[in-house]
Every structure is written in structure tokens, then in C-alpha cells.
């Protein structure tokens, strides 16, 4: 051997010894310390799950009639990503699908193109990236030949899916109440712990209403069949098949005819005084149990909720959330604040009665009171001495001025001008809150307002807010500007102590106080049935698809209200006289109140710069009442002339009188309805996907996004500007 | 070491062992050495052969096992560790092909093990040659090989039907198929021995003149097997032209200018777009494995997960979850390593690494002890061609080189390329047999 060679050979062999190297040590790296992230991957590669969505309960009204239905059924849907990278842009193939789904060419292709600017209806207004479903209820054959032949239709799938059916007019007038349903988000999906189904690449989950607020139940639980895969995507073998459970049926105490009803009463008060004040657009009725069942509730203007169904286009998001259109999104029933007005007495009443006021004695009723340099006026006049009982039957401002007054002056000075966070619940605003004021009721509705009781503490943080940032009083301000930059110059000085002048004008409802009209129903019913503060309910029960009593749901007692059952009764006796002598009377007029004694109280709550908000709120029979009637349509008019018809139709409606058919024959609530069985559930053979880079995803979020808070609580519909009475 | 020698005092007092590769060692004559190989392989019909049957096998045995069989004087170690290569192998083969669960008519399991015997047979046989007659067959096997990779390239219809886009295989039927790309490696070795290693007298190193008429010869069957093509035969051939270039003991500046000169050529390839699309998107997908895994890198990503995912120890031989679902493509030829990873883990895959560095490194002392210059680079030349071929194969599983289609020698199935093999390793104990006493 040459010499050459054999230095070479030396090279040759470590060379040799070095690729062996690393080889063992890149082995190394992949076996011992990537292990763990390639078994999963491994795991990835075989193993597949696949989703079958489980059937959603449906809300069923208090007979059993279908409010919102949720049916599986095999819905064809293409995917525009995948057909338009085709040559031709997919066109062949969907003239092959319009001959297998029997559909002409022209309705496929319109209903699959993208609405953009030119585009006219009809055409596809989610995402273009969602697979667009373009046959419901197709036929098991006709999926199973496109399951088949994936190889002459890429793009197009046939699955079971969920279709939400909504029953009409109810679902349309409960709009508010049964919510929507919309595409899981990110957040959701790693919340509830589901498996996504993936067929659209959307998973619907409730998002408001009663949709939202029992969706754990509602949904029932996902199927997954977890199998074993080859390289081809054929199944090997099953893992886990876990059987999808069809959702619970959730059986509300709404009255389905009842709630239409309700809402077209609404709707015709609100047109009413629309006509006569354009500011009266919208409004919310509520009946209720006196054991705390809503009846119904209705909210105007309300909404076809199917809109929701495939998305949300630009236009319906702006018809729903928009201002112009009255946002119908809103749920007024729980979402509008509005001040309670006169109704509102009744709380600064058992206040003074708590605070030593007699319910025996007499009370002055003059036209006005001066009270820390300004006058409050009474809107009726100067009507001499008076009992209680009158002063509510009339509605007299300044006996409940100079209540609100006295109680002011009973509660430490030092208090009322304490500037803390910390600072104490003033007495009236106590007795208000125990009146289940000022905070949510705890209603089974996802969103819900708590209104506004001026206590220490909410002044506090109220000028905070808006003595030098928000409204910025101190800036805007003026001593001798107009009217309102007067207020404001006050608000920056004295808006943080709690003066005389705002608890007279709370006392009588305004102000700062608003309230929800299921607030105000509530407390009424608390009034009605003797002193207990119920959390309202609109859940019966749940009933499972076979038809066994999940669980029962009765509202739960909140709290008792702050009176004695004498003080309640000479209330409610002193309600009954508004409707036969006294500012109701009017209104009832050629009322049967002798088959239905109706006892109520009218609201006229005086917003500046707007009509009054009209409110009414009722009970009724009189001796042993068993239900609550409220409506509250702001910038309207006088609680008498706007919101007294209304309710008076309502109770027409709920006892079938003067002509109207009975909702509830002679008060008394349907028995509890027997229901069995969920949607029809079609069964087919779910398909594995052959690609084994395929991953379910969280799927494509909808064309439209709703910005986080705006469905939530925190939008409330306030009728007051400035929180001032005028 | 010097410690260790220092230790070992007393074995200088004992009587000296045979060093090996001396006369003694071997237990035969040294006379005996070059001697007739008619005689000793059997191949002749001496008069001797013409006695009883029993005889005959008497006399046939003591051929085989006798002092003086070649049997005797092949290097066990290489041969052991070849064919513990070659049973690795067929369980891994018979364990990728199993898809519906083990089976002992598993054709490729029957194959697999008849591609062995006849590579043994082929090997024995090559071994005995007196491995100087093999420069003689060199250009016969340059010949035949040059013309088994024309008629592939050749229009005949499913005889030389393309697989993979790559016509490399003459189908001779019964699911039989010669690759010839597999002895063109064999024969380019060869040829480049018997040209670089006839030195004229007094020369201690070829000419440029040898290294000239070597490329000229050498680049036919690699712009054959281009041709064809098969990218992965062409980088091996090119990196066992310059091993045995570089072992020829060249100078080292034309060394340097023929690598130069090879740099700037595939430079130009590329520049010239000489090679297809999918097969620079092979040679580059190993860079970003993830950016296309149903792609180019789906093959290489798939091999990873297998191997990554056996861990320390595999899942056991047939247990193999990603084997059986097969994940990986080509997972019985050219990802055989991928179901080494997944089925017997990091250990046997070190056993396998272990037993093809014994290989090359018995190869490697084959080499260094050889008996002229043409055994060197024959040796040497064989050892290029495993080891790069080894790492390109094992490399291209596991993620560090480009996916080209070449087998993992002794492991992957494949009838030409084991048979290849297996001559080669017959022509290393050819060499073996007849390595200078003097070395």
C-alpha cells in the first residue's frame, strides 16, 4: 500500500466514524429527547375522532308547545375554498351536485357565490371560507352518494347538523327571552372542555337568553367515536365510542299565547304613542306570577331570531345593534333601566312607615315644597290634608317629598356627606334595595341590568366618574349657564354628598333611580303575595329526551320585604282605589272589575328633555292576587295614558275578557305538560377524513363578530339623560 | 494507551502470539497463497472428483472445512456481522409488510429470505475467486452494466414500465426485477481500482492521466443512471468515485480541483435547472420538514414521527402502530430504518448502526492490509459506497438528508441491491483471503 493511500485510508475511516456518529447522536435527539412530542404526533397520525353532534334540547313554552326546536338533520354543505382552486372554479362540479340534489343549476350556484358589494341577493353571507350548506333534510341515498364518490365531489360533505327551527310568531315575540345561538368561540371551546364537530367548522353554543343560560343543559353531550386509522384513513379499529346524548328539553312557564299576546300589546302602546311622541320607540311588558314565574315577558321592538341562523350579515348586525332600528338586541324586559316614577312610592312609603310615619295619620298635600333652596312642585295642586292611603290613590308628590325629607334628616348628617367608597347605606336607600332595587333579581337570563339606587357608594363613584373625567361636569359647567350646565356646575361641587334635593326626588321614583321592569314587576309581586322577595324564574324544569324530570327549578326567595303584612295590605288595599277612584281610574274605566279586580299603581316619570317614561305596574285579583302585570315605555307620556291601556289589555288577555280569548281560563297556569322525546335524530355513517394532516379546528369564526360586551350586561337601555327630574 | 502497554509487562515474557495475517495465523503454507483457484473452489473436474459418493462428499467437506478451504480464510466477523445485518432486516421487512397481521406466506418475507441465500451464494462464490481475476472481469461487468442501464432506458413497455418516475428496474416477471444502477456501483468500482491502482513502476501515486481515462470511463453509467433518473445511485457513485479517487493517494491538489471542478458542475445543474422540480423539492424539503408534511416532506416527516416515537426501546418488533397503519411510504425498502425506529427504539437502532460500522470498519483493515493497490481501492471503494449510501439512507429517516431513493444495504428489501451487496462483500473477503503478509 502506497503511503498516500494510507494517510487517506486514516481520513477515510474517521470520515466513516463521524457519519456513524451522527447518526447515533441525531437518534439520540429524536428517540430519547423528542420522544414525547413524537408520540403524540404518532398519536395525531392514527388516531381520528369523530364528532357526532348531539341533538339540542329544545325550550318548550308552559303547555309543551315548541318555542325553539333543534332537529338533526343531513345537510349538504360546500366549501367554496376547495372548489374554486378547481380549473374551472368548481363549475363542473356543482352542476354534477345540482343533478344529484335535484335543484337547478342557477339556484346552487347563486346560493353559493359570495355577497360582496355588486352582489345581489341571493347569495352566501357568512364566511367564504365556511362550508356552505346549500340542501337541508337531503335524503340518507343522496348523502351516501356523496360520501361515496368523494372523489368526483371534493369540497362537498353531507353531514347531520343541528337545524334550529324556530316556531312562529312565538319565537319572534319570546326573541329576547330564547336567545341565540352562535359559533363557539376559542375561550368557550377550551372552557366546556367539548369536542368540536367540526362538520362546518363551527360549533354552535348558547349565547343569550334562555339559550345561553342552560346551554350546559340544552346541549347534551357530544358523541365521539374514537377510532384507529392507517395511512389511507381507513379505520382499523375503535378506541372509544362514546354515544352522543341528545340535550335535556327545557319546559319555560311562558305562556305561548300569552307572550304573543303581551307583545303585540306592547308593540300597539309603543306605535300608539309613537304617533303622538316620535321619542316612544321601544318598551317592555312583564307578567309574572306572585310566586315569581314569568309568564311572559315582552320586549319591543323585538326580532326574528332565525336571522341569526348561517350568520349574521353586516345588515342584520346593524338592525340588531344598531340605534336606528331601536336595537332590538336588547332585552328590555331585564336590559332597560328606566325610572320607576310614582310606582315607586310604595318603597318610600313602608320607608317612612319604618321610620315612624303613621299609617293612620294625616298628611299635608301642598302644591309645593321648598326644600335646601329649590321648590318641588306637585303636579296635581295643592290638595289639602290626606291619608296615606290617598296620597297613593292620587299620587301626590310632596306627601312623598316630605317623607323622603324626613327620612333624609332622620339618617346622620355626617353620613350624607361622607365622600367614601366605604360610605354607609343610607335608610331609604336600604329599604329600596331590600325592595330587590338596585340590583339584578337573579332572573335565569344570562344578561341582566341591576338599575340604580343612589346609595353612598354609588354617588361616590358616580361623581368620580364624572366630575372631572366622563361627563366632566367641573368643565362644562356653569353657575349662570343654562339649565343644564347649572346642574352640572352643582354635580362638580356637591355631586358627591347626598343632598336633600336627590333624596325628594328618589323618593318619588326619579332622579337617580331606575329600574328594571322585571325589577319592578318583582317587587310588586312581593307586595301582591304578602312580603316575599322571589328571584323570578322563566325555567319550569328540564326534562330529559326520554322524559324524566331532570330538575325542577322554582324561584328561589331572595328576601322580604321591609313591612309588615298590615303595612303591604294597606297598600294594596290603597292600589285597588287608584284603579276605581283614583289616577287609574280613567284608564280602567268599563273595566270587569268585578270578575277581575285589578289593583295597580301608574308611574309618570319625568325625563328632561324627553317625554315622560310612562309606567304601570298591577296586580291582580285584589284579595288573593296571583298575578303581576308591568309595562314601562319611556319618553311616552303619562303611566295612566300610554302604559294603563296596555296592561288593561293585558289582564283583557290573561282572563279573556271584553271579547279576548282567555290565555290562562280564569287565572289559573296550565298543568305541568308531559314531554318526551328530543329532535328526530338520522343516523348515517360518519366519515373519516383520508388526509392525515387534517386536524379539527376551532373553525372559522362567523362574517360578523360581536364585539365582547355587546350583548352582555353591559348595555342598558337608560330613558334619563342627566338623571334629573325636570 | 501508554499506560496499558506499560501494564501488560509480563505479556511480553509469554511466547509471542501469531500475528495475524501472517502464515501461521492463517494455519495454511504460505505457498499455498494464490494458488490455483480452479483447484480450490471446486469449480474444476479433476480427476480426484471421480471416486464413490461418499467420497465425493467426504472429499467436498474437507474442501469446504478442510485446513486448507477458503472457507477457513474468509473474516467471520464481516460475514457475521452481514448477515446479522441481513436477519434484521428480513424481520423488519416481514414486519412492514405484514398489514394483516403476521404471516408466514408473506411473499416479501419468502422473497426476502431467497434474496439472502442467493447473495450468500453469490458471495461465497465472488470470495473464492482469486480476487486479481476480478480486474480482468471488470470491464465485462462495466459492460454489462452499461448495457442493462441502457435497456432500462429503453421504450419496452411494461418490461421497463417507469416506477416512481424513475425508470431504474428491467421487470423480468414473477414479480422478479433486475435494478442495474445497483452494479453499476459495483462495476464502477472496479474499473476505477484496476485503473487507479495500476501503478507504473516506480510511481508511488497514479498520474492525472489514470485519473482522466477513470472520470471519462465512470461518467457513462453515471450519466446512465442520470438519465434514468435516480439522483441517489448518482450521489453515491459520485461519492465512491471520490473516495477511491482520494484513496488512490492522488495528489491532493487534483483532489482539490476535481471537487472544485464538481461543485461548480452542480452549481450549474442547478443554475441550468438540469434537475426536476420534485427532485430539488426532495433534495430541499429535508430543510423545512413542516412546511409541506402532505408533500415532498410527507415521507421524511411520517419517518420521523415513527422513529422519534419508539423511544429507548420500540414498541417491540411487529408491535409497530405507525408500521401496521403504514404511515410511512416505501417503509419495506427504503424506510426500512423508520420501522427499525418505531419497532426496536434507540437500542436497535444502535445495533444496527454497530453492525454496519463493523462492516465498514472490517472493510476499512480489508483495505489497509490488502495485497496491492487494486485491492485497496476496491476495499476502500466499497467502503465509500456503504457508508455514504448508510448515511444517506438512515439520514433521509430521521431528518437530516434530502429523501433520494437508495436502500439501506443488508436491511432494505430488494433483490439487486442486496445481491450487490452481497458481491461486494464477497469481493472484501476476496481481498481478505489474499491480504499481504507484510501489511
Known amino acids: ?726 | 494507551m501508554s499506560s496499558w502497554r506499560s501494564s501488560q509487562g509480563l505479556a511480553s515474557q509469554r511466547p509471542a502470539p501469531p500475528v495475524p495475517g501472517s502464515a501461521s495465523y492463517r494455519g495454511l503454507p504460505p505457498v499455498r497463497l494464490g494458488g490455483s483457484t480452479a483447484r480450490r473452489g471446486g469449480f474444476g473436474s479433476g480427476p480426484e472428483f471421480r471416486r464413490g459418493r461418499r467420497g465425493r462428499v467426504r472429499q467436498l467437506l474437507g474442501q469446504i472445512f478442510g485446513p486448507g478451504s477458503p472457507l477457513r480464510h474468509l473474516n467471520w466477523v464481516l460475514l457475521a456481522a452481514v448477515l446479522a445485518l441481513c436477519t434484521l432486516g428480513t424481520l423488519l421487512v416481514w414486519s412492514a409488510t405484514a398489514t394483516n397481521g403476521l404471516n408466514t406466506s408473506d411473499p416479501y418475507l419468502t422473497k426476502s429470505i431467497l434474496n439472502i441465500a442467493i447473495g450468500l451464494v453469490l458471495m461465497v462464490g465472488v470470495s473464492m475467486l482469486d480476487y486479481r481475476q476480478l480486474r480482468q472481469y471488470a470491464p465485462i461487468v462495466l459492460a454489462a452494466s452499461c448495457l442493462g442501464l441502457i435497456v432500462v432506458l429503453l421504450p419496452l413497455g411494461s418490461l421497463t414500465a417507469p416506477v416512481n418516475g424513475s425508470k431504474s428496474w428491467i421487470s423480468l416477471g414473477a414479480g422478479f426485477q433486475i435494478e442495474p444502477s445497483e452494479y453499476a456501483k459495483l462495476s464502477i468500482i472496479l474499473v476505477g481500482a484496476m485503473i487507479l491502482g495500476d501503478l507504473p513502476r516506480r510511481e508511488r501515486r497514479p498520474k492525472v492521466r489514470a485519473l482522466a481515462i477513470m472520470l471519462a470511463i465512470c461518467v457513462v453509467p453515471l450519466l446512465l443512471v442520470l438519465a434514468e433518473p435516480d439522483l441517489g445511485v448518482v450521489i453515491v457513485m459520485l461519492a465512491l468515485m471520490i473516495g477511491m479517487i482520494a484513496l488512490s493517494g492522488i495528489r491532493l491538489r487534483w483532489l482539490i480541483a476535481l471537487l472544485a471542478g464538481g461543485a461548480a458542475g452542480a452549481t450549474g445543474a442547478l443554475q441550468l435547472h438540469l434537475l426536476k422540480a420534485y427532485q430539488l423539492g426532495r433534495l430541499t424539503s429535508f430543510l423545512h420538514p413542516s412546511a409541506d408534511p402532505s408533500g415532498t416532506g410527507y415521507s421524511a416527516h411520517q419517518s420521523e414521527i415513527a422513529i422519534g416515537s419508539g423511544g429507548l426501546t420500540g414498541e417491540g418488533l411487529f408491535h409497530g402502530q405507525l408500521v401496521a397503519g403504514g404511515f410511512v411510504p416505501e417503509q419495506h425498502t427504503d424506510f426500512i430504518f423508520a420501522v427499525a425506529g418505531e419497532e426496536i427504539g434507540f437500542i436497535g437502532c444502535l445495533v444496527i448502526i454497530a453492525l454496519l460500522a463493523i462492516v465498514l470498519l472490517c472493510a476499512i483493515r480489508i483495505a489497509a492490509r490488502a495485497d496491492d493497490q487494486f485491492g485497496t481501492l476496491v476495499a476502500g471503494g466499497i467502503v465509500a459506497w456503504f457508508a455514504v449510501q448508510a448515511f444517506i439512507n438512515i439520514g433521509m429517516t430521521i431528518g437530516i438528508m434530502p429523501v433520494t431513493g437508495v436502500p439501506l444495504p443488508f436491511v432494505s428489501y430488494g433483490g439487486s441491491a442486496i445481491f450487490a451487496d452481497m458481491i461486494a462483500i464477497g469481493a472484501l473477503q476476496a481481498v481478505h483471503r489474499h491480504r499481504s503478509v507484510f501489511a
Not at chain 1, 111 to 123: L, M
Not at chain 1, 196 to 206: A, P
Open chain 1, 1 to 726: 500500500m502506497i503511503p498516500a493511500s494510507k494517510r487517506r485510508l486514516v481520513s477515510i475511516a474517521l470520515i466513516v466514524v463521524g457519519l456513524l456518529a451522527v447518526l447515533g447522536v441525531r437518534l439520540y435527539d429524536l428517540q430519547i429527547g423528542s420522544h414525547a412530542k413524537y408520540l403524540t404526533l404518532a398519536s395525531q397520525d392514527q388516531v381520528r375522532d369523530i364528532v357526532t353532534p348531539s341533538v339540542r334540547g329544545q325550550i318548550l313554552d308552559d303547555t309543551g308547545q315548541v318555542m325553539v326546536g333543534h332537529q338533526s338533520s343531513l345537510v349538504v354543505a360546500v366549501n367554496m375554498a376547495t372548489l374554486g382552486q378547481q380549473a374551472d372554479g368548481g363549475k363542473a362540479e356543482l352542476a354534477r351536485l345540482a343533478r344529484l340534489l335535484n335543484i337547478s343549476d342557477k339556484t346552487l350556484t347563486e346560493s353559493v357565490r359570495i355577497c360582496t358589494a355588486g352582489v345581489q341577493q341571493p347569495c352566501w353571507q357568512g364566511s367564504p371560507y365556511q362550508p356552505i350548506p346549500v340542501a337541508q333534510n337531503v335524503s340518507q341515498q343522496v348523502a351516501l352518494q356523496l360520501m361515496e364518490d368523494k372523489s368526483a365531489f371534493p369540497g362537498v360533505s353531507a353531514d347531520i347538523q343541528p337545524v334550529t327551527e324556530y316556531n312562529q310568531p312565538l319565537a319572534t315575540a319570546a326573541a329576547g327571552l330564547v336567545g341565540y345561538l352562535q359559533p363557539i368561540t376559542p375561550q368557550e371551546l377550551a372552557a366546556l372542555h367539548q369536542p368540536v364537530t367540526g362538520f362546518t367548522g363551527e360549533d354552535l353554543v348558547g349565547q343569550a337568553g334562555l339559550e345561553g343560560q342552560y346551554d350546559s343543559a340544552l346541549r347534551g353531550t357530544t358523541g365521539i367515536n374514537e377510532v384507529a386509522t392507517n395511512a389511507a384513513g381507513q379505520v382499523t379499529s375503535t378506541i372509544k365510542d362514546v354515544k352522543p346524548v341528545a340535550g335535556d328539553n327545557l319546559v319555560t312557564s311562558i305562556n305561548g299565547p300569552l307572550q304573543i299576546a303581551t307583545e303585540n300589546i306592547l308593540a300597539n302602546s309603543v306605535q300608539a304613542a309613537h304617533a303622538a311622541n316620535p321619542g316612544a320607540t321601544s318598551g317592555a311588558a312583564v307578567v309574572m306570577t306572585t310566586t315569581g314565574r314569568i309568564v311572559a315577558m315582552a320586549s319591543y321592538p323585538t326580532y326574528n331570531p332565525s336571522v341569526w341562523t348561517n350568520g349574521l350579515s353586516e345588515t342584520e348586525f346593524k338592525r340588531l345593534f344598531g340605534t336606528r332600528d331601536g336595537e332590538p338586541i336588547l332585552e328590555r324586559g331585564t336590559q332597560g333601566e328606566y325610572p320607576p316614577g310614582s310606582t315607586f312610592k310604595v318603597t318610600t312609603l313602608t320607608a317612612g312607615v319604618k321610620s315612624g310615619d303613621s299609617l293612620n295619620g294625616s298628611y299635608d298635600c301642598p302644591a309645593s315644597t321648598r326644600v335646601g333652596g329649590h321648590t318641588f312642585m306637585n303636579d296635581s295642586g295643592n290638595q289639602g290634608q290626606m291619608s296615606l292611603h290617598q296620597a297613593l290613590v292620587v299620587s301626590c308628590d310632596t306627601v312623598f317629598y316630605n317623607m323622603g325629607y324626613r327620612i333624609w334628616q332622620h339618617d346622620n348628617p355626617k353620613a350624607n356627606t361622607v365622600t367614601s367608597p366605604k360610605a354607609p347605606v343610607q335608610f331609604e336607600q336600604k329599604v329600596e334595595l331590600q325592595w330587590g332595587f338596585g340590583k339584578g333579581t337573579g332572573v335565569d337570563l344570562p344578561q341582566e341590568s341591576g338599575g340604580t339606587i343612589p346609595t353612598r357608594e354609588w354617588l361616590y363613584y358616580y361623581w368620580k366618574d364624572n366630575a372631572h373625567t366622563g361627563q366632566n361636569w367641573c368643565k362644562y359647567g356653569r353657575q349662570n349657564g343654562s339649565y343644564i350646565q347649572q346642574i352640572e356646575w352643582d354635580d362638580c361641587r356637591y355631586g358627591n354628598i347626598w343632598l336633600p334635593g336627590q333624596a325628594i326626588i328618589a323618593s318619588i321614583g326619579q332622579g337617580y333611580v331606575a329600574v328594571t321592569p322585571l325589577q319592578l314587576a318583582d317587587a310588586y309581586a312581593a307586595l301582591a303575595n304578602g312580603g316575599t322577595l322571589y328571584s323570578p324564574r322563566i325555567g319550569q324544569e328540564l326534562v330529559s329526551p326520554s322524559g324524566k324530570v331532570v330538575q325542577k327549578i322554582t324561584p328561589p326567595v331572595m328576601g322580604h320585604l321591609p313591612a309588615s303584612k298590615g303595612t303591604l295590605a294597606y297598600i294594596r288595599s290603597a292600589l285597588q282605589g287608584v284603579i276605581t277612584s283614583g289616577t287609574a281610574a280613567g284608564t280602567f274605566r268599563g273595566f270587569p272589575l268585578h270578575q277581575v279586580c285589578v289593583a295597580g299603581k301608574t308611574g309618570t316619570a319625568q325625563v328632561f328633555g324627553k317625554n315622560s317614561t310612562s309606567v304601570f305596574a298591577s296586580f291582580a285579583p285584589c284579595n288573593n292576587p296571583k298575578y303581576v302585570v308591568v309595562m314601562m315605555i319611556p319618553d311616552s307620556g303619562f303611566g295612566a295614558d300610554v302604559s294603563g291601556p296596555g296592561v288593561r289589555q293585558i289582564w283583557d288577555a290573561i282572563y279573556g275578557l271584553q271579547g279576548k280569548k282567555a290565555a290562562l281560563p280564569g287565572g289559573k297556569l296550565p298543568a305541568t305538560p308531559h314531554i318526551t322525546g328530543a329532535g328526530t335524530v338520522v343516523q348515517t355513517t360518519p366519515t373519516v377524513s383520508a388526509s392525515p394532516s387534517s386536524t379539527p379546528t376551532a373553525g372559522a369564526l362567523p362574517f360578523v363578530q360581536l364585539p365582547a360586551d355587546t350583548a352582555a350586561g353591559g348595555k342598558s337601555d337608560s330613558g334619563k339623560p342627566w338623571g334629573r327630574a325636570g
